[in-house]
Every structure is written in structure tokens, then in C-alpha cells.
């Protein structure tokens, strides 16, 4: 009892916030200016920038937009010396900060005691980067900016209730180095979480149970705690941990949350939409959770899809985002947080490609050869929307043969050479979408978009 009194008697802020991650793993890019401006537009004060990427960074001068850089689970260990971590934070932070950008935090790796989704990208030397880089920035004048690592669910064992949680025996002396450096830095501990996957993939509960509109009669019972809906349990699943670590007070800010909207079931617009709905909605009210009361700072994930992300862990990695590829926003969500009943702002200035499209001619008398041009479209394309209960999921074969192709050609920036195979393919501009499935075309990338802009300077 004298745990959870201190849990809630802690003090509280008086104000939430939410921003939203961007990760750039796809062929169709936004022009970063782009990115600004929607962010600008939506009052949206903070963006968890899945890069380090000086160039991308530093479009974000004297916007007052706060920003989150990470250094990748790939680049960790190229900075585990102090000379070499000088560098890095000289070209990645100092002198985007010296040209006005608004850098708070450094995430340093994502989720590198994973044993699930990212277990290939486990990086057990993070804690000791983390000092390296803390005591690098102090010594650079930069004890503003906040350093951290993000962590999903899997940190912590498998329960029936919050209050039965504690970290991963494996991992458990790791997690104690890293909450005893985060309690001493004053950093949060950064929570990724994605509801749709706990609830279907972890415990198997009714979808219900993710939506905080909760309609059906299913509940978690913890002692004297009722919980509707997954999200608080995820978040006091953590605080159980940690409080049992010792750190009873310690923030928890939400890194990650979304909701994807294809390639999973239920993962679609509808749910999204309604899932993001409560969610705002809680984080509004500043309540918290049992164990967490008072204002929760949230990282929506994400502003768009991204059509090269790796799909080893499924192919709704793909489709994350509240905004398509090209801008256009998926559904109605209100991130200023008064819960109104709109659409937020279309990205300005977006270019597409012309509306052509690839398609199969239908000639099957060699299925082999056909077989074989689905697979190579689809190798380097993007199919997920053909998974089976995606928005695709339900087209006919040759349906499905002309969505693969097209995807191809797209890529390909519709170069005709592309849209062959082998005597296959035959180019089209009747738009073949159908109601749930949308064929689509790509937006010019960010290259060509500035290539396009300096031929058109030159011929002035």
C-alpha cells in the first residue's frame, strides 16, 4: 500500500502534449517543407524524428517545433567512445541548434532489449552509450538536451494483471542500469506501444478491449483497479516494473502509439479513427492511469506510411500513418486535443505523377512466367494491401497481378520499360481502384521535386 500512496500522491503537471514520430523508409518522400507546414498547420509542438539526417533536421530552424533525433540501433556502437561521440553531437545537434533548431532529446537506439518485433536489432551496449553521450553532451554545453532509449512491451514478463508485471529475468539487470541512469539524468522512460498488437497478439482479448469506448463487457480486474481498455494496462503494466526497480515516481512518456490501417486485421481507417478518438480524448482529460495520474505526453506513430519498411514483423509496419504516402490525411483527428470532427490539413504543394497505370493483360498461357513477374514486382514493391484481410486482400487473381505490376511501375517513377514484364503489362489511364482497394499513383519524390524546381529556375 505505502508503494501505490506514493505512486499516487506524486506531483503532477498541469498540461499534456501530443506530437507525432516521421520515419522517412519510403519511395515516395515528403519534402520536408512540406512536413513543416503540417505540422505548423495541425499546432503540432513536437516531432520524434526517426533520423538523424543533418539535412532533414535542420529544415526546422526557428520554427519552435521541438524535436526528437535518433540514433539508430545500427549506429549505436559507432559512437562508443567519446571522441567519436563529440563528433557525431557536434554535426547532429550542436550545429543544427547553433542554426535554430529546437533539438530537446536524443533517442539513442529503439527498443534494443526486444525479444519480439525488433529482437534482430537487440544492442545490449546502449546503457553504456547512453553515459558516453550524456557526458558528452554536459561537456558541449548541451545539459538542455534530454538522452534516452525507447523500450516496447516485451521488456516485461507476460501477465494476467499490471500489478503481477516485472522485467524480463534476461534483461533485468540492463533495465536496473538504465532506470538508475534515467532517475539520475532526470529522463523519461520512453514506452512504445501498439494496442491492436497486445491485445490480438499477446493476450488474445476481444478487439473491444483496445478502444476506450470500450462497448463490450470485457475488463481487467487488478485488486481494487478496473481497467476498460489496454492502454491504461500497458502503461501501469510499465509503472509496476518500475516501481517495483524503486522508482515508484519516475515519468513514463509514450514514444509510440498508433493505429495501423492495413495489413492486419482490424488494422483499417474506421478503427483508427475511432481508436485515436479516444485516446485524444483521455490524454484531454489529463486523468492518467491508476498508477500514473496527471497529464501523459504521447508521440502519435506516425505521420505517414512508409512502403520500405521491413515487413519481417508484419505487413501493417507498412501502414502507420494518419497521412498516405502522398499527404492526404486518412481519417478525421483532432490533434489539438478539443475533440473536433475534421479532417487535419492536407500537405500543400504536392506533385504526382501522371494518372497511368500498369496492368496485367491478362494472358495466362504461361502462369509460370507470370507467377514469376508477380514475384519480382512484388519483391521490390510494396504488396501488403494484398495480404489476406487487407484492403486488397479481396481482389481477383488477375486483379491482384495488376495491383503488383502497378505498384512496380509507380516505383519506378512510371518509366514505361518497367511496366513490360515480359510482354505482360499494358500501361492504362482508366483508374482501376476499386471501392476498397485503391491503385495507387506515387507523389514525385523529394529529389525530383527539387531537380523539378531548379529545371524550371534555370529555364526562367
Known sequence: MGIIFMVLVMTTRVNSFVGITWGRQQSQQLVPSMVVD????????????????????????????SIVISLTNRNVNLINRKDLAYAWINDKVKVPINKGVNIVELCVGAEPFSNTYLKEAAN??????????????????LGHVSTTTAHGMDVITVAKVPSETDFRDDIKGLMLESLKFFNRTGAPFLLNMFPIQMVKGVFNYPIEFTFFDNMSNFKIQDGNVTYTNVVELMIDSIAWAITKAGYPNMKIMIGQIGWPTDGYLHANVKNAERFYKGLLKFVASKKGTPLRPGPLDIYLHSLSDENEFR?????????????????????KIDFSL????????????????PNRWCMFDGNKSNMD???????????EADCTRLEEGASCGELSDESKISYAFNAYFQKKKQNEEYCDFDGLGKLTTINPSVEKCEFPIEILSFQDQVAANAMVSLKI
Not at 499546432?43 to 543533418?54: D, E, G, V
Not at 478539443?338 to 505523377?353: F, L, N, S, W
Request: charged letters at 20%.
Open 124 to 141: 545490449y551496449q546502449v546503457v553504456n552509450v547512453l553515459g558516453i553521450i550524456r557526458e558528452a553532451l554536459d561537456e558541449m554545453h
Open 369 to 379: 512466367l507470370v507467377k514469376k513477374n508477380y514475384n519480382i514486382a512484388c519483391e
Open 311 to 331: 515487413t519481417v514483423f508484419g505487413a501493417f509496419q507498412r501502414h502507420w500513418g494518419i497521412y498516405e504516402a502522398d499527404g492526404n490525411p486518412k481519417y
Open 338 to 353: 478539443q475533440d473536433r470532427d475534421e479532417y487535419p490539413t492536407q500537405a500543400k504543394g504536392i506533385v504526382t505523377m
Open 38 to 65: 503540417l505540422l505548423l498547420q495541425n499546432k503540432i509542438p513536437s516531432l520524434r524524428l526517426m533520423t538523424s539526417a543533418s539535412d532533414i533536421i535542420q529544415i526546422f530552424s526557428a520554427t519552435n517545433i
